[in-house]
Antibody, heavy 118, light 107 residues
Framework: EVFLVESGGGLVQPGGSLRLSCAASGFTVSTHYMSWVRQAPGKGLEWVSILYSGGSPYYADSVKGRFTISRDNSKNTLYLQMNGLRVEDTAVYYC????????????WGQGTLVTVSS | SLVLAQPPSVSVAPGMTASITCGKNNIGIRGVHWYQQKPGQAPVLLIYDDADRPSGIPDRFAGSTSGNTATLTISRVEAGDEADYYCQVWDSRYAGVFGGGTKLAVL
C-alpha cells in the first residue's frame, strides 16, 4: 500500500525559505513521477511542480525560479525547496504520486500547511 | 490560457443523480480526471482517463466526455458524497490544470 507523509510546513516571513519533505512507502519514488499540489485556504487545487522519474523537473509559472523539486533516493523522499516565499504561497502543500501516462494524481499525502506572514 | 470551467455548486436530494460538468476551452488534450475532497481531508482520485475508476471507488461514480465537456455523474447520491469535486487535465503547455471545484450539497 502507498503511503505519503509530508512534513516541514510552518510559519515563515515573506522572503523566507522552507523545505518540505514527502516520505514515501509502498513504492519507489525514483521510478515514478511525483508532484506537489497546493491549496490556499478556502480555495481550489493548484498544481505546483512535477519531478519525472528521469530527474527532470517542471514548475508552474507562479513558482518558477523560486521553488526547487528534488528527491533523495536513499531516503525514498521527495522535497520542495521554497525560497523567496510570498504571502500568496500560503497553502496546504500535498505531494502526489503521479501517473506517467496521463498525469493524474493517483495517491496523495495528508498535506502540510505553509503560512507566509509577517 | 487553459480554463476548466466547473459550476461552483450543485445540489441534489439523497437517492437522486448528480451531474458535475467540466468545460475545456481547448481541445486535443489528454484525458480528464476527477477528485473528491471532503472537508479537512486530502483529495482522492475518483475517475481517471475520462471514465476509468480506481479500485475501491464505487460504480455509483461515473465519468464521461462529449466534445469539450467532461461530466462526473454520481448515482444514488448519499449524504457521505457531500464534498468538493475537482476535474483536472494535463496540458503540454500549462501542465497540471484543475477546475475551480464544485461543492456538492446533499439536501
Amino acid at each position: 500500500e502507498v503511503f505519503l507523509v509530508e512534513s516541514g510546513g510552518g510559519l515563515v516571513q515573506p522572503g523566507g525559505s522552507l523545505r518540505l519533505s514527502c516520505a514515501a512507502s509502498g513504492f519507489t519514488v525514483s521510478t515514478h513521477y511525483m508532484s506537489w499540489v497546493r491549496q490556499a485556504p478556502g480555495k481550489g487545487l493548484e498544481w505546483v511542480s512535477i519531478l519525472y522519474s528521469g530527474g527532470s523537473p517542471y514548475y508552474a509559472d507562479s513558482v518558477k525560479g523560486r521553488f526547487t523539486i528534488s528527491r533523495d533516493n536513499s531516503k525514498n523522499t521527495l522535497y520542495l525547496q521554497m525560497n523567496g516565499l510570498r504571502v500568496e504561497d500560503t497553502a496546504v502543500y500535498y505531494c502526489a504520486k503521479t501517473d506517467y501516462n496521463n498525469y493524474y494524481f493517483e495517491d496523495w499525502g495528508q498535506g502540510t500547511l505553509v503560512t507566509v506572514s509577517s | 490560457s487553459l480554463v476548466l470551467a466547473q459550476p461552483p455548486s450543485v445540489s441534489v436530494a439523497p437517492g437522486m443523480t448528480a451531474s458535475i460538468t467540466c468545460g475545456k476551452n481547448n481541445i486535443g488534450i489528454r484525458g480528464v480526471h476527477w477528485y473528491q475532497q471532503k472537508p479537512g481531508q486530502a483529495p482522492v482520485l475518483l475517475i481517471y482517463d475520462d471514465a476509468d475508476r480506481p479500485s475501491g471507488i464505487p460504480d455509483r461514480f461515473a465519468g464521461s466526455t462529449s466534445g469539450n465537456t467532461a461530466t462526473l455523474t454520481i448515482s444514488r447520491v448519499e449524504a457521505g458524497d457531500e464534498a468538493d469535486y475537482y476535474c483536472q487535465v494535463w496540458d503540454s503547455r500549462y501542465a497540471g490544470v484543475f477546475g475551480g471545484g464544485t461543492k456538492l450539497a446533499v439536501l
